[in-house]
């Protein structure tokens, strides 16, 4: 999708964080998913990408790396989907939702290559809830409170889309910067 300025678009997202400090796995986490777009997903446009960068930013309590559901041991063991809890980039749930990406071990949807592969695929093609980002963010259309029902129904819905059109001015930003550079 053309060059990105990372210094911009890490100095735009900065005040998003807690304490407008981003630290070094906050940095990693979104440069891994940048690098995967432009490797997996490169016709992806920079409003969907924006999206998975919000969804990402609020599903992982603004970490950008994959976890687990947060909760004690006792906790996380009385959910009715235990050893299946929220996990990765999106918090997947359900031994049957992992099974739609090949999960067969919950604590492989924390690595990395999982973890991305779940945020992107199921995002792209509908394999959350059934509404993928084509149904909602179209060239120049972005109706980022409707496509949180991607992930979980309107929870949270009017949040995640300040988050994701505050990602799609700094993606904005960053690309005009690398052509002026």
Not at 83 to 112: H, Y
Not at 116 to 131: A, E, K, N, S, V
């Amino acid at each position: 999708m053309g060059s990105l300025n990372q210094k911009v678009f890490f100095d735009e997202v900065r005040p998003m964080f807690a304490g407008g400090i981003l630290h070094p796995w906050q940095v990693d986490g979104m440069t891994r998913i940048l690098n995967y777009r432009d490797e997996n997903y490169s016709v992806l446009s920079d409003a969907s990408l924006a999206y998975i960068l919000a969804t990402v930013f609020h599903e992982t309590a603004q970490k950008m790396q994959p976890i687990a559901e947060a909760g004690s041991d006792a906790y996380l063991r009385s959910k009715p989907y235990w050893p299946w809890i929220g996990r990765g980039l999106v918090q997947l749930t359900w031994q049957t939702n992992f099974a739609k990406f090949g999960v067969k071990n919950p604590i492989d949807a924390q690595s990395w290559p999982v973890a991305l592969d779940i945020c992107f695929r199921g995002m792209t093609h509908g394999m959350f809830t059934g509404r993928k980002l084509s149904d909602f963010l179209r060239a120049g259309d972005f109706d980022y409170f409707n496509a949180r029902t991607i992930i979980n129904g309107h929870d949270r819905a009017a949040l995640v889309a300040g988050y994701a059109s505050h990602f799609r001015d700094a993606l904005t930003h960053a690309r005009a910067a690398s052509l002026v550079s």
